[in-house]
């Protein structure tokens, strides 16, 4: 990049107001007057204010014609000095996101015959498209043409077919070379975007139908390379979208694995953790690196190191939509991870090489917020930057077929912008599921206007991870001695019943408006695993009690109201060996150890039968408060434990009534039943859909660490 030598500096701060920096070792930081020109017009500014700083001289300047954004503007002092206007803070203006609005195309338009270029660059004042052609080594470069909102243009003529390109860009004096924003495919490691044909890549088979709420989905997250790169995981293309779209796959004990494990489970959506471009691993590298993927780079392309070719664009396209396709005709759904809350390296991003300070945040100083921890906030509530996140979305549910999204620190995103995607995708299919962190972050937006939890009235068809839950059921995640009601601490007993209800309440005012915006988990990539909080803070007790709390847990979160989430392997104890924050450990601790299932084959099995008992009937994974308060009640039962009714049922499905006890204490405890002759689906050993035994007696012992579920 050329370095500027400038004797000082001037920026437009609003649309009539520019700030003009003069160092004291210049003329001692004064200057009496000063003089915006561009070409033959030229105007006398007036000096509004002036202040000493330590080692320059600020003037706080009025223009009375308002400088055209877009092109160059000199200005001049009382000495015959002079400087280039550099664009400023205005671009965090609102008259700037009004202004410059554009609900056009942006990116690429391609046929065999031509190609369209559409970029979106006001504050540029020249803008190049570079062409890399495709059996040459040689490159060419277009001028690109202004047009209204500050959109540049140009067509080229020809089949462009795996041509790569770039964008040159002239913002305050300096050429920069961008990636397209927009791209949807391109070369290895994301330097270079490429122009392909997506009508030639293969189509997505759509999902089965019979989903119709959010609280019908079972979502169990997983990670690409997770779930395949286990030496016994009967994978053959391990830590590949390939490897994962496997199917009849088994470890040496004969257990299925990958994908058909997961069908087995019974579970309706996977989860995947985020597949667009992402920074952190080298897709042309031995593959020891490795990453979860919240370092984005390109939004709309898929991440090359999970493809079998990264130097080819398509694969990686084609690759990923078998994947999507396979999981659809086994009859799952995809839900991704997406991260539009920050990118990589914010100075490296497209976004600030092409309109420099508008796509992130700035605190009161003018300096890059970072709510995030990462270093950047995206400004979501910026018009040009909703609709980029806005058509993202849309781009990779309808080319790609997702089911759902999960969006990465949804509280730095504003509500606006969660509420405008939900109603895009409703546009195109209302089943699709929306959830989120909805954490409360410190960003330099309004409070209220914050898609967090404290705001979620205003989101009402928006799913959030219910931290209230999971830090009620094991206690605090940040606090690994922090036992929880599954660890038998009284004190979460009210939380607990409340978290059973879907965060709603059944008399009082819940956490939530719907059940449909609680997301109920446990664990999940993020901190230590459930087993591995269980190790430091449950150390003195034997393995098998340690196994039981966490089955006790993760029945929780199936048989509770709202949207159940199970973190892969938490089924069958997966260990991270105590690793809390591994997004870029190796896969030694990361990978899903498949021998694990053999070993707790009891588990996983009664795991399946309550995921079985969940989706046969409506009773518990009812989609509104109403129905939570009309069917369900708590009865009288000796603390800790809980149980509760859900009556006159029968129309959500077999059984009218259901009795439901949880007991989080390493003893048995006798209790008296609402009535007699119960049919027992599920006690400390089994879970089934069928009855294992009857109960004709009022008194029964529920035992240790357990939950009985008995139907009428």
Known sequence: MIVID????????????????????????????????QGNIQEKLIIKEKVLLHD???????????????????????????????????????????????????????????TFFSLWAPTATQCQLKLNHKDENSQTKYEM??????????????????????????????????????????????????????????????PKSGFNSPTDAIIYETHIRDLTIHSNSGIKQKGLYMGAAELDTHCSSGEPTGLSYIKNLGVTHIEFLPLNDFGGV???????????????????????SYSTDPTDPYKRINELKSLISTIHEEGLRVILDVVYNHVYIREESSFEKIVPGYFFRHDQNGMPSNGTGVGNDIASERLMVRKFIVES???????????????????????????????????????????????????????????????????????QFNDFFRDTVK????????????????????????????SVGLKEKGLFQEPVQSVNYIESHDNHTFWDKLLICEKEEPEEIRKQQQTLATAMVLLSQGIPFLHCGQEFFRTKNGVGNSYRSPNEINQI??????????????????????????????????????????????????????????????????FVVFNPLKISTEITLPERDYFVLVDDKVAKLDPIRSVTEEKMSVPPLSVHVLVK
């Not at 964008?167 to 397209?180: F, G, T």
């Not at 042309?284 to 939004?299: Q, R, V």
């Not at 009288?636 to 009218?656: D, H």
């Open 145 to 206: 043409f202004r047009k209204e909102n500050g959109v540049w243009m140009v067509t080229i003529e020809g089949d462009l077919d795996k041509y790569e390109y770039t964008y040159l860009v002239c913002v305050n004096l300096e050429w920069r070379e961008a990636v397209d924003p927009y791209a949807v495919a391109v070369t290895a490691n994301g330097e270079k975007g490429v122009i392909v044909d997506l009508n030639r890549t293969i189509c997505v088979a759509k």
């Open 593 to 658: 150890d498949w021998d694990k299932v053999q070993e707790n084959r009891v588990y996983t099995q009664y795991i399946k039968g309550l995921i079985q008992l969940r989706r046969s009937h409506q009773a518990f994974r009812f989609p509104t408060t109403e129905q939570i308060r009309k069917h369900m009640t708590f009865l009288p039962v000796e603390r800790p434990l809980i149980s509760f009714t859900l009556t006159n049922v029968g129309k959500y499905g077999k059984w009218n009534q259901i």
């Open 56 to 114: 320059t001289v600020k003037y706080i300047c009025e223009s009375i014609l308002e400088p055209q954004i877009g092109l160059p503007y000199t200005i001049y002092d009382e000495h015959g000095g002079e400087t280039d206007l550099q664009i400023g803070s205005v671009i965090r203006t609102p008259e700037f996101d009004e202004k410059f609005y554009y609900d056009g195309p942006l990116g690429i338009l391609y046929s065999p015959e031509r």
């Open 6 to 37: 400038r004797l000082f500096y001037a920026y437009l701060d609003d649309v009539k107001v520019i700030t003009v920096l003069l160092p004291v070792g210049y003329h001692n930081g004064e200057s009496k007057e000063f003089i915006l020109k």
């Open 393 to 463: 979305i849309l781009f990779w549910k309808v080319e790609y077929g997702m089911d759902g999204f999960r969006f990465d620190l949804m509280g730095i995103l504003d509500i606006e912008t969660m509420n405008t995607i939900r109603k895009a995708l409703d546009m195109v299919d209302r089943s699709t599921i929306m959830i989120g962190e909805g954490w409360d972050l410190n960003t330099p937006i309004m409070i209220d206007e914050k898609a967090s939890i404290r705001n979620q009235k205003r989101l009402p068809r928006i799913g």
């Open 282 to 304: 080298d897709e042309l590298g031995d593959k020891t690196d490795y990453n979860w993927g919240y370092n984005p780079i390109h939004f709309n392309a898929p991440e090359g």
């Open 475 to 502: 206690g605090n995640t940040f606090n690994l001695h922090d036992k929880g009601f599954v660890l038998g601490n009284d004190r979460y007993y009210e939380a607990a019943k409340q978290i059973l209800v879907g």
